[in-house]
């Protein structure tokens, strides 16, 4: 009943009266205006000055409902229920003392949410009522309601504070418009005209990559940024000498952020990156990104530019001083500053000399103390100031992460889809998964676009050996680089190429001597102080620490990772840097006596490079002649390096080698992966091999899965088309040494799956499954509820083999009947499994139960060909608990399933053709065999050399079976005496013979007992 309904009922005039008692008389305006008026002063029923009681405030509510049943027409709700609905609006007006709000807050309110606050404050008050009466209650609450805030209406006092607290309002509106303005001062047109054109113009000017250095004929050097662009990592070890301010919290701090993101957590950053690690290329992709977004007004400032141009310049110079052809408006720049509107990134602190970054530092804090409210960003290579150098600043510092496998990957793919030749993508990403000095070489963007200009370059290949790309590489991070991007010597003269070479090659040769990666500066200045007389005078260098500083500094090969240590940014280039120098000295000797250790393989790789024709066949001779299979594939990877060799040496190494790769059985294989990764960027195929070769080369693959994961992937990845069934299992069955969905995208989902069994071991394992095409059939361990089960199956109703295993949590199988198309099921180890008559629909036609499990149900099963079983079994014989109706073909028996009744009952299946019996704890009786004998589709006998070990009493039981065509018996230890079983077969003409795992015995002891058949070992 709505309001107006009930209004027809009860007349307001004598509504309000009533609704009236229940407030207080009001005093005069003038001594309330100036504070709220509470309810729970108003109300006639709370306070000092109380007129009605809650006995009244009943007797009130008791004509209310009296009028409404008494008015004229049907009533709204039972007559027995009028003291009930009387006492639960009582209850409501009531409540109306217990809100916390004024008279103007509940007129703002209005009725019908007035009316739910007092539902809500009285609650239950509507409880036992019919739905007629509770309706009633609801509408004359709300018609209460709607009285009551037209009493507030018409006080005197309302009106008044009304207009008070209106003007209130609109004076702190004003005030804190008036704060804002202040605040942020609007732009004139005039600087809302420049600013349309200076962002496109940021944004346009730097949307761009390039690579200094290259010198490449059809490979561009130059991609758009958008395009090309890689969001790197930042690391933050900690934050040296970062005070936090008054009233500030602590900064949060991650040890790994993308990059491009910094600035939204820091707003000052001092980052550091490594030569070619992405600084500049950021500062771009975040002055693009702020001006295409018109987040922020970008500014960036290369310090080798500013500090050309005279003093490093104020806010009003900033675009003039980087060469922006656009003039802006008097004081622009000033008032971005000043709104703290600014995006200022200063770009190349190490290309600066020492002396002069003094000044920068106080130039910066300058700008920082007249302009706080600005987002910073200032990079510098590593070495070129301290750790705290900003840290009054409060600057954090970040460092530019080296990329990573997967970074790697999308640079690739977005290289040769900027240069349009996504052709040679798929062939570099293999060589850079399986060759790992070349994987380690490409940790930055600068020496990633490198390989991978080279690499077009080469049509798809890199050069024949590496050494072509170590030099292209070495010459532009020494020479190039910094001469093409207008860099001269930041502090002065510097080595040349040249001498830099002979200077980080001591180093590298002494390092790798040691058998470290790292090495005290004191250590290396003792190694420069010592080359220096040789070098002459090296650029008008003094001393040792000078040079050694530029070339921290300059190189990009060398860094600082703590204080007072330094590296080679790439190991690649301590290797290679190692082996020019031993090559130069004449000690080849020296690296082939380390050649048994794993760590100089690439030390002699490059050695042979670097040498001459005859010096190259001495070091392969020495390899070879060690009669190592190591060392032998060791020799054949350093043919790619070797561009000019005695022919007669090359065919030695490779004939030698073919011994090994390919593989040809799975011994083989497995002895072949004990050479390590070496062996992945060697295996062949799969075009040309046989399928026993492809079948080794894919199990040395996934042995060495575990210790070079990406190698390893790429090589298997060649074989996801094989058609070869033992090729296929073997890429299906080495799923668990990979990231599941890395190796399921690039290989499970690729396979035919005709065959095959896809087996999960894992959550991650099983919840790739919904990613891939169906599987049709399925092994699942671990603990899950049926309903689970098919739940994580994509599409239940593609599964026609499924097999669980290890899963205490498999209770109820009911949920299985989503498995429409189902018609194998095996579980092992799941003791709570019940419900097999339940799967009777199904149309089961092979069952295997485990031991520990629940056969009841099995007799409900009418559709069964296969069973196998090995728990108890009820009843006292097979007719009690198989399903007599089945038309078996095959039944295996083993464990204790035969202490009941053994084999009685057995005769009942005539359709038997296959019977297999397992490792029996009973021994088999006279009848049992009868039974056996009964059976006229026999033909297949299996049985577990445990019986004739353990019950051999059963076999002498055994009557002559003619039927009996073929016998295997599997887990022998070879001391059995098959004699006995032999004379009681006379017609079989196949017999195989499996070993028990760690045994082996001839197979010509056993042939002579079986004269009229083939008598084959299976081995294990």
């Not at 207080?24 to 109300?43: E, Y």
């Not at 040498?611 to 070879?624: D, K, T």
């Amino acid at each position: 009943m709505e309001p107006a309904v009930l209004g027809g009922k009860l007349a307001s005039s004598m509504v309000a009266p009533l609704v009236k008692k229940l407030f207080v008389t009001g005093g005069p305006g003038a001594g309330l205006v100036d504070r709220p008026v509470r309810l729970d002063r108003l109300v006639s029923f709370r306070g000092e000055r109380r007129h009605l009681g809650e006995t009244e405030v009943g007797k009130l509510a008791g004509r209310l409902v009296g009028a409404s049943l008494d008015s004229p027409g049907e009533p709204p709700f039972r007559r027995d229920e009028e003291t009930a609905v009387a006492l639960a609006l009582a209850a409501r007006l009531l409540a109306l003392g217990d809100l916390d709000m004024d008279d103007v807050q509940a007129v703002r309110l209005g009725h019908r949410e007035l009316a739910a606050r007092l539902r809500r404050q009285a609650a239950g008050s509507g409880d036992g009522l019919s739905a007629d009466a509770r309706y009633f209650l609801d509408s004359a609450t709300e018609w209460a309601c709607l009285h009551v805030l037209e009493f507030f209406t018409r006080r005197s006092t309302f009106v008044a504070r009304t207009l008070v607290e209106q003007t209130r309002s609109q004076t702190e509106l004003i005030a804190k418009v008036d704060e804002l303005i202040a605040r942020t001062p609007r732009p004139d047109s005039r600087d809302t005209a420049f600013e349309r054109r200076y962002l496109p113009y940021v944004a346009e000017r730097h949307n761009h990559l390039t690579i200094y250095g290259l010198d490449l004929r059809d490979s561009p050097d130059r991609w758009p940024l958008e395009v090309a662009y890689l969001s790197l990592e930042a690391t933050a070890d900690g934050e040296p000498g970062r005070d936090t301010l008054p009233g500030e919290n602590a900064p949060a701090r991650t040890g790994r952020m993308p990059a491009d993101a910094a600035l939204d957590r820091e707003p000052r950053v001092l980052l550091r990156g490594d030569a070619g690690s992405g600084k500049t290329t950021l500062v771009q992709w975040l002055a693009v990104t702020a001006a295409r977004e018109g987040t922020r007004i970008p500014f960036v400032l290369p310090l080798r530019t500013l500090i050309r141009t005279g003093p490093l310049p104020a806010p009003s110079a900033f675009l003039s001083a980087v060469g922006c052809p656009l003039s802006p408006p008097d004081g622009w720049a000033e008032r971005v500053l000043t709104a703290g509107r600014a995006l200022v990134m200063v770009d190349g602190l190490d290309e600066i000399p020492q002396a002069d970054r003094h000044a920068t530092r106080d130039w910066l804090s300058g700008l920082l103390h007249a302009y706080p409210r600005n987002r910073w960003l200032l990079t510098t290579r590593p070495t070129a100031v301290r750790a705290d150098w900003l840290a009054q600043e409060r600057f954090g510092e970040l460092s530019l992460a080296p990329m990573g496998r997967a970074e790697v990957a999308t640079f690739v793919h977005r290289w040769h889809e900027a240069a349009r030749a996504p052709e040679y993508e798929q062939r570099l990403l293999d060589s850079l998964r399986t060759k790992r000095d070349l994987a380690r070489l490409v940790t930055n963007p600068l020496m990633c676009g490198l390989v991978c200009a080279l690499h077009r370059e080469r049509r798809g290949y890199l050069p024949t050996g590496r050494k072509e790309l170590y030099d292209a590489a070495l010459t532009m991070l020494l020479a190039r680089r910094d001469r093409e991007r207008g860099m001269g010597a930041v502090d002065g003269p510097e080595p040349g190429e040249e001498a830099q070479l002979e200077l980080l090659q001591r180093i590298a040769y002494a390092l790798v001597l040691s058998g470290r990666q790292e090495m005290t500066l004191e250590t290396a200045e003792g190694i420069v102080d010592r080359a220096l007389p040789a070098l002459g005078p090296v650029s008008g260098q003094r001393d040792a620490a000078a040079v050694l500083r530029a070339l921290l500094l300059r190189s990009g090969v060398l860094r600082r990772p703590a204080e007072g240590i330094l590296d080679f940014v790439h190991r690649t280039f301590q290797d290679y840097l190692a082996a020019r120098y031993a090559v130069e000295q004449g000690h080849l000797g020296v690296l082939t006596g380390r050649a048994d250790d794993t760590e100089w393989e690439d030390v002699i790789r490059m050695a042979v490079a670097h040498a001459r024709p005859r010096e190259r066949v001495s070091v392969l001779r020495e390899l070879l002649r060690r009669d190592d299979p190591r060392l032998t594939l060791l020799a054949l990877a350093c043919l790619e390096h070797a561009a000019a060799l005695d022919p007669a040496v090359r065919a030695e190494v490779e004939d030698r080698a073919a011994e090994l790769i390919p593989p040809r059985t799975a011994e083989a294989a497995r002895e072949l992966a004990g050479a390590g990764p070496l062996v992945l960027e060697l295996l062949p195929g799969p075009d040309g091999l046989s399928a026993e070769e492809a079948l080794g080369v894919t199990v040395t693959a996934s042995v060495l899965g575990g210790e070079e994961p990406d190698g390893a992937l790429t090589v298997l990845r060649r074989f996801r088309d094989h058609p070869d069934l033992d090729v296929r299992r073997q890429l299906v069955g080495t799923w668990h040494r990979f990231d599941a969905a890395e190796y399921a995208a690039e290989v499970l989902d690729h396979l035919d799956r005709a065959d095959l069994v896809l087996a999960c071991d894992t959550p991650e394992q099983l919840a790739t499954l919904a990613g891939m095409r169906p599987w049709n059939q399925l092994s699942i361990s671990g603990r899950y509820s049926a309903g689970d089960i098919a739940a994580r199956v994509p599409e239940p109703s593609a599964v026609t083999e499924l097999t669980l295993a290890d899963n205490p949590l498999l209770t109820e199988l009911d949920a299985l009947h989503r498995f429409t198309s189902l018609t194998r099921l095996a579980y092992y180890r799941c003791p709570n499994a019940r419900g097999l008559d339940r799967l009777a629909g199904l149309g089961l036609s092979e069952l295997i139960l485990g031991s520990d499990t629940d056969p009841s149900g099995i007799r409900s099963l009418s559709s069964l060909t296969l069973l196998s079983l090995t728990p108890d079994l009820p009843g006292a014989g097979l007719t009690d608990a198989l399903p007599t109706d089945a038309p078996l073909r095959f039944l295996y028996l083993g464990d204790t399933c035969t202490e009941p009744g053994g084999l009685l009952g057995l005769g009942h299946w005539r359709t038997l053709q296959t019977l297999s019996l397992g490792a029996l704890t009973t021994e088999l009786t006279e009848d049992d065999w009868q039974e056996v004998a009964s059976l006229p589709a026999l033909t297949y006998l299996y049985l577990d050399a445990a019986i004739l070990r353990e019950v051999p009493a059963s076999i002498g039981r055994m009557p002559e079976l003619p039927g009996i065509e073929v016998l295997t018996v599997h887990g022998m230890e070879g001391t059995e005496h098959l004699a006995a079983l032999a004379a009681r077969l006379p017609g079989v003409h196949h017999v195989t013979l499996a070993n028990r795992l760690g045994h082996s015995f001839p197979l010509s002891d056993f042939r002579p007992l079986f004269p009229s058949a083939e008598v084959v070992l299976s081995r294990r």
